[in-house]
């Protein structure tokens, strides 16, 4: 079965740093691109960043330069290095897998979700 394992998320004070990872089971990983997605309580869920299988990133305005997203498919696991974190990043933060480039349709597998809180 198809699992994903989020970890890394916490609580940090404004300017500092988390390493969210993404750990798939199940899957040939390799395949792949990995979104991290996240939502506020109230809001819609917003895309952060992704990175396709050939390693093109992109990422929201909102973290551009801080947020950094890769992949090691050695080791079935993706990451978010969130650098200079600010309040207004505090949300819970997902992990997506996106078949979309082998299958021909989209077919998402989401991770759990991790807290990451932000205090001014």
């Known amino acids: 079965q198809v699992q994903l394992v989020e970890s890394g998320g916490g609580l940090v004070q404004a300017g500092g740093s988390l390493r969210l990872s993404c750990a798939a089971s199940?899957?040939?990983?390799?395949?792949?691109?990995i979104g991290w997605y996240r939502q506020a309580p109230g809001k819609q869920r917003e895309l952060v960043a992704t990175?396709?299988?050939?390693?093109?990133?992109n990422y929201a305005d909102s973290v551009k330069g801080r947020f950094t997203i890769s992949r090691d498919n050695a080791k079935n696991t993706g990451y978010l290095q969130m650098n200079n974190l600010k309040p207004e990043d505090t949300a819970v933060y997902y992990c997506?897998?996106?078949?979309?480039?082998?299958?021909?349709?989209?077919?998402?597998?989401w991770g759990q979700g991790t807290q990451v809180t932000v205090s001014s």
């Open positions: 997506n897998l996106d078949f979309a480039s082998v299958l021909g349709r989209t077919r998402d597998y």
């Open positions: 199940g899957i040939t990983f390799s395949w792949a691109t």
């Open positions: 990175i396709s299988t050939g390693g093109s990133t």
